[in-house]
């Protein structure tokens, strides 16, 4: 079940053009080490080209892949009027296939229910295209794509369609964003707390739904007043035995599904990630090429380490730099009521616990190695793909954080 009126009240704060939400306190976005830790899912992979599929390629894929007849997926296509198929008629086709002890074909059927009534539902909520199905062919090869990273596609795709005011429905897994909101707002809304299953690889099994009170007049306004004080700005830390911190959530380019792209740019959402927010960059162009997004995705080290260096552990979880509200109030519309004359930049009190930088901040040796490993990395041209690479990145994220 979804609160329909706080998922509203979101998705007008959802840009498009930063792939973000504007706070009044900034900008946050449900990043990639999100997707991983309420998921399970890997985000790291190849990303699915399917091949053109139509309706007779949908019913010869159904045939070949699902085990049914030309008659029964021909009156299937008919039904939805296209390359798609039914939920509830793939839940017969498996129940039909484990009967006849068909595994892979039920296999197959289930699978592509899954993600269609999940990480890619559409708007309908009732239909899977035909496209996915080729995504099971070789069940023993399905680990090889970024699962993680195209729900985060696909849910990206849909926040920016529901900007536009026409838009009626919306798709995307919204367990998925609903989820997102109860980890980092916790006094939002009701929340169906089940506790935190340190073992469970999927944190969003913590979550179960209870009913919201609020209409979404009242989320706007209630947002509109939320502090950095109001969020948990790193829920994940008590999650890093299941899932540990992976350097790709820090890329910054271009994701896609299929021929949907989007853009990742967590520059804009440093805070997330226990780091001070300075003003970022401009939002990145659009790809001319899918080609370009697979290049930038495949060489997803470049970004990360040209990051690296801007990057200075917060002292308390909400740090920004000096002017960074000034700049996004300047370029942003953060309220979404009308306030009595003009919006005026918020002025936050920076919590006592954060008096005593020296508590949270690294030593200074712990910095200059942090630095030395930086420099090595940057000379060798490693990447995090090899395994020792893969050790040294981590001990300069861990160089970089927070003690405390």
């Given at each position: 079940m979804i609160d329909n009126n706080l998922i509203s009240a979101f998705v007008e704060r959802w840009h498009s053009e930063t792939s973000s939400f504007h706070m009044p306190f900034g900008e946050m976005t449900i990043t990639l080490d999100d997707v991983a830790n309420l998921l399970g899912l890997p985000i790291r992979g190849e990303f699915y080209s399917p091949p053109d599929v139509d309706r007779v390629t949908a019913c010869n894929l159904a045939v070949h892949l699902l085990g049914v007849t030309t008659e029964e997926i021909w009156e299937e296509t008919r039904k939805t009027r296209g390359a798609h198929y039914r939920l509830d008629w793939l839940k017969e086709?498996?129940?039909?296939?484990?009967?006849?002890?068909?595994?892979?074909?039920?296999?197959?059927?289930?699978?592509?229910?899954?993600?269609?009534?999940?990480?890619?539902?559409?708007?309908?909520?009732?239909?899977?295209?035909?496209?996915?199905?080729p995504l099971f062919r070789y069940l023993d090869g399905i680990d090889r794509y970024a699962w993680g990273t195209a729900a985060l596609v696909v849910l990206y795709d849909y926040l920016s369609d529901a900007c536009y005011y026409d838009t009626k429905q919306l798709g995307g897994y919204m367990t998925l964003l609903q989820c997102w909101i109860y980890e980092y707002f916790p006094n939002i809304c009701n929340r169906g707390d089940q506790g935190a299953d340190v073992e469970c690889f999927a944190r969003m099994n913590r979550w179960c739904y209870k009913q919201g009170k609020h209409k979404v007049h009242e989320y706007r306004s209630i947002i509109d007043a939320l502090t950095p004080a109001d969020v948990?700005?790193?829920?994940?830390?008590?999650?890093?035995?299941?899932?540990?911190?992976?350097?790709?959530?820090?890329?910054?380019?271009?994701?896609?599904?299929c021929s949907t792209v989007a853009k990742y740019l967590p520059e804009r959402c440093l805070r997330q990630f226990g780091y001070i927010q300075y003003i970022p960059s401009p939002p990145l162009p659009d790809p001319a090429r899918l080609f370009d997004v697979d290049v930038e995705w495949l060489g997803y080290v470049t970004p990360v380490t040209e990051l690296f260096p801007k990057l200075r552990p917060a002292t308390y979880p909400s740090e920004c730099e000096d002017g960074y509200l000034e700049w996004f109030y300047q370029v942003s519309h953060p309220l979404l009521v009308r306030p009595d004359g003009v919006p005026q930049v918020p002025r936050y009190s920076v919590p006592p616990t954060s008096a005593d930088a020296s508590s949270s901040q690294p030593p200074p040796i712990l910095q200059q190695i942090g630095d030395l490993i930086q420099q090595g990395l940057?000379?060798?041209?490693?990447?995090?793909?090899?395994?020792?690479y893969r050790h040294f990145y981590k001990a300069l994220y861990l160089s970089r954080s927070r003690t405390s």
């Open positions: 086709v498996f129940r039909r296939q484990c009967a006849a002890e068909r595994f892979d074909c039920a296999a197959r059927a289930y699978l592509l229910n899954l993600v269609g009534s999940t990480i890619f539902a559409d708007k309908s909520h009732t239909l899977v295209d035909a496209k996915y199905l948990i700005w790193r829920p994940w830390e008590n999650h890093r035995g299941v899932i540990p911190f992976d350097d790709i959530t820090l890329y910054t380019g271009h994701i896609r599904l940057s000379e060798h041209q490693a990447s995090p793909d090899d395994e020792l």
